[in-house]
């Protein structure tokens, strides 16, 4: 009989799996954030990337993962838990005055040679962060790719992206109408005098669409993108998601429902000429 694999060949195997695509991929160093693409604290099953190839289950930390070397940055919320965690698994904690602070960065620019290559999946990466990134890393010559997602390849059982329905939230807990929110978003950006306004952020779209979902734990949120203009407002969802009778409701406030992987898509259609809000601490590169 097979012995049972501990948490620590587990994580051996699991950094083995990644380094092989880092390899296969010309990467010198795998920068993994703890996030997703709606910069959630708590994240869906299919994003715990971290998670999954540490070990380390705190909600917040950063993982660094070289051809020989692997560390973890975290703030002193974790430190104990961190260091119980990582026992064994050759993970490195780093620790960090605050969950704010940009070490790994530091560590990366300082570490990662001239002309070598230096991974993130910009789809899970704060835009306002990988702005920070590519300055930092440009300045000493390394290269920043942010066009992978390593753990398609190398998570064989990665979870899939939540299929939880999603519900309306309805009067008297929802004091103010979805009609009336929207209308009250469009004057915001007539003001800012913008044409369009990409959300990502998931207590955002569920407060503005008035709807509610189970996609993350202990959450009543649901995976989505949002696009709106002055005249129409797209929400980007996981297809059957929203029950039938809702997306007619929705279609009555002048709501579209589309696939979650064409909001790429429809901001790749915006016109010339026009303007797109965005907050770029909310929305990833």
Same mark, same amino acid.
């Given at each position: @009989?097979?012995?049972?694999?501990?948490?620590?060949?587990? &994580?051996?195997?699991?950094?083995?799996?990644v380094r092989?695509? @880092?390899?296969?991929?010309? &990467?010198?160093?795998?920068?993994?954030?703890?996030?997703?693409?709606?910069?959630?604290?708590?994240?869906?099953?299919?994003?715990? =990337?971290?998670?999954?190839?540490?070990?380390?289950?705190?909600?917040?930390?950063t993982l660094v993962? =070289?051809?020989?070397?692997?560390?973890?940055?975290?703030?002193?919320?974790?430190?104990?838990?961190?260091?119980?965690?990582?026992?064994?698994?050759?993970?490195?904690?780093?620790?960090?005055?605050?969950?704010?602070?940009?070490?790994?960065?530091?560590?990366?620019a =300082?570490?990662v040679?001239?002309?070598?290559?230096?991974?993130?999946?910009?789809?899970?990466?704060?835009?306002? *962060?990988?702005?920070?990134?590519?300055?930092?890393?440009?300045?000493?010559?390394?290269?920043?790719?942010?066009?992978?997602?390593?753990?398609?390849?190398a998570?064989?059982?990665?979870?899939?992206?939540?299929?939880?329905?999603?519900?309306?939230?309805?009067?008297?807990?929802?004091t103010?109408?979805?009609?009336?929110?929207?209308?009250?978003?469009?004057?915001?950006?007539?003001?800012?005098?913008?044409?369009?306004?990409? &959300?990502s952020?998931?207590?955002? &779209?569920?407060?503005?669409?008035?709807?509610?979902? *189970?996609?993350?734990?202990?959450?009543p949120?649901?995976?989505?993108?949002?696009?709106?203009?002055?005249?129409?407002?797209?929400?980007?969802v @996981?297809?059957?998601?929203?029950?039938?009778?809702?997306?007619?409701?929705? !279609?009555?406030?002048?709501?579209?429902?589309?696939?979650?992987?064409d909001?790429?898509?429809?901001?790749?259609?915006?016109?010339?000429g026009?303007?797109?809000?965005?907050?770029? !601490?909310?929305v990833?590169?």
């Amino acid at each position: @009989m097979n012995a049972p694999l501990t948490t620590q060949s587990m &994580i051996s195997t699991r950094l083995s799996l990644v380094r092989q695509e @880092m390899n296969r991929h010309g &990467i010198h160093a795998l920068l993994v954030p703890s996030s997703d693409p709606h910069i959630s604290e708590y994240l869906p099953q299919h994003w715990k =990337s971290r998670e999954w190839l540490s070990g380390f289950t705190g909600s917040m930390g950063t993982l660094v993962v =070289s051809r020989d070397r692997a560390l973890l940055f975290a703030d002193s919320r974790y430190w104990q838990q961190a260091q119980r965690e990582l026992n064994g698994t050759g993970i490195v904690l780093f620790k960090i005055k605050s969950g704010a602070g940009a070490e790994h960065v530091e560590w990366l620019a =300082s570490q990662v040679a001239a002309n070598e290559t230096v991974a993130v999946d910009g789809a899970v990466m704060g835009l306002a *962060a990988m702005r920070a990134l590519e300055v930092a890393l440009r300045a000493k010559g390394v290269v920043l790719r942010s066009d992978l997602d390593l753990f398609d390849a190398a998570w064989p059982d990665r979870p899939a992206l939540p299929q939880a329905s999603v519900y309306a939230h309805r009067a008297p807990h929802a004091t103010v109408t979805r009609a009336e929110k929207l209308t009250a978003t469009r004057s915001a950006m007539k003001t800012l005098n913008v044409t369009s306004h990409f &959300i990502s952020t998931l207590d955002d &779209i569920a407060y503005l669409f008035n709807l509610r979902g *189970a996609d993350v734990s202990f959450n009543p949120v649901f995976v989505a993108h949002a696009l709106i203009s002055q005249t129409s407002a797209t929400l980007f969802v @996981m297809p059957g998601k929203i029950p039938a009778d809702l997306e007619v409701e929705l !279609k009555a406030d002048g709501v579209t429902i589309a696939s979650y992987i064409d909001a790429a898509v429809a901001l790749a259609k915006l016109g010339a000429g026009e303007t797109l809000l965005i907050d770029p !601490k909310r929305v990833t590169h």
